[in-house]
Antibody, heavy 116, light 109 residues
Framework: EVQLVESGGGLVKPGGSLRLSCAASGFTFTDAWMSWVRQAPGKGLEWVGRIKSKTDGGTIDYAAPVKGRFTISRDDSKNTLYLQMNSLKIEDSAVYYC???????WGQGTLVTVSS | SYVLTQPPSVSVAPGKTARITCEGINIGIKSVHWYQQKKPGQAPVLVIYYDRDRPSGIPERFSGSNSGNTATLTINRVEAGDEADYYCQVWDSRSDHLVFGGGTKLTVL
């Protein structure tokens, strides 16, 4: 059974940092392209970024609102995807989901709240 | 950047057909995925991928089409359990960005 389990969300002050993790199981994580998607309260889905598999070059792409502040990485030895979020803004408050890039599997999401 | 436009809401009576559109410039040459999200904060579920394919477990009542500037998700014989937000999504190869439509709230009357 495929599972994606996010963790690391919480309350942080504007300007602060947070690292989210996504533990994957039930599929060959090494071969998977992975995405982060977020959803602000009462809003729609917003793509955050994507990382390709290392065999496909490991390229990382980011949405404009987070580029330069967020960093996506992966540890294939631990089957884990990461999202390092720096210089957080109030508008970054959202539920953050990790998902396979094709979109066939999603985690349950982790809530990030940026507030003073 | 590439923009996908969906109607904010669609209402349909039980047993009837719901059609949810997703408009984008030349979307017909892109591959469209559709997601169902029953509650905000609940993980979306893929219901159609690559324009018209259904993942296993998704009822045959769900179908998709894509041509010109419009992609369409069609739900036949709508049931109360289909009430949800639906999002279309494409990969914009020009910007290397994933793009979501704004979402459509399907209400079953």
């Amino acid at each position: 059974e495929v599972q994606l389990v996010e963790s690391g969300g919480g309350l942080v002050k504007p300007g602060g940092s947070l690292r989210l993790s996504c533990a994957a199981s039930g599929f060959t994580f090494t071969d998977a392209w992975m995405s982060w998607v977020r959803q602000a309260p009462g809003k729609g889905l917003e793509w955050v970024g994507r990382i390709k598999s290392k065999t496909d070059g490991g390229t990382i792409d980011y949405a404009a609102p987070v580029k330069g502040r967020f960093t996506i990485s992966r540890d294939d030895s631990k089957n884990t995807l990461y999202l390092q979020m720096n210089s957080l803004k109030i508008e970054d408050s959202a539920v953050y989901y990790c998902a396979t890039a094709v979109g066939d599997y999603w985690g349950q999401g982790t809530l990030v709240t940026v507030s003073s | 950047s590439y923009v996908l436009t969906q109607p904010p809401s669609v209402s349909v009576a039980p047993g009837k057909t719901a059609r949810i559109t997703c408009e984008g410039i030349n979307i017909g040459i892109k591959s469209v995925h559709w997601y169902q999200q029953k509650k905000p904060g609940q993980a979306p579920v893929l219901v159609i991928y690559y324009d018209r394919d259904r993942p296993s477990g998704i009822p045959e009542r769900f179908s998709g089409s894509n041509s010109g500037n419009t992609a369409t998700l069609t739900i036949n014989r709508v049931e109360a359990g289909d009430e949800a937000d639906y999002y279309c999504q494409v990969w914009d190869s020009r910007s290397d960005h994933l793009v979501f439509g704004g979402g459509t709230k399907l209400t079953v009357l």
